[in-house]
């Protein structure tokens, strides 16, 4: 900490894979040291998108995957993590599971299951289809779910989360 300072960030990274209470100690000479518990989660994946509701046929709606630590029921992300820098960038996998009800499009490919990524440093993928990001289209009236999934995190979504296509 410099001089003059009264507080001072921190990060704790944990081990891929592993998932547990860790304490945390932070000391200084002349000072009394604290010792505070934290924990290293399980990270998780959310999709921000597409809306619930959509009429069939309407343009492409361009939605983004998020990246960070689940709300206890799992519906949510509580906080957003950036990529580690140590680790290549991340790629997640959307699918969609109802090929007459929507696909999903990016620069490379449109169809059911598409992969998109999200940089280090980032907590989300791209905005829009040209910056690399993913587009929900609309095809015929139905319903659908869009998941994502990335190896060795937890899917979060609102129960029930579906897109509803309607004329």
Not at 37 to 65: I, K, R, Y
């Amino acid at each position: 900490m410099a001089n003059g300072s009264n507080a001072a960030n921190y990060f704790v990274k944990g081990v891929s894979g592993s998932m547990a209470r860790v304490n945390v100690t932070v000391s200084a000479p002349g000072y009394v040291s604290i010792t505070v518990p934290d924990s290293v989660a399980q990270p998780a994946v959310a999709v921000t998108g597409p809306p619930a509701a959509v009429s069939a046929g309407a343009a492409n709606l361009p939605f983004q995957v998020q990246v960070g630590i689940a709300n206890a029921a799992h519906t949510a992300l509580a906080n957003e993590q950036q990529v580690r820098s140590d680790l290549p960038g991340l790629t997640t996998t959307l699918t969609n599971n109802a090929s007459t009800v929507a696909e999903l499009v990016t620069t490379a490919a449109a169809g059911q299951s598409v992969t998109v990524p999200i940089a280090i440093g980032q907590t989300r993928s791209p905005t829009t289809v040209a910056l690399g990001g993913v587009a929900f289209d609309p095809l015929a009236q139905g319903s659908t779910t869009v998941a994502a999934t990335i190896p060795g995190f937890l899917e979060v979504r609102p129960a029930g989360k579906a897109v509803v296509v309607g004329p």
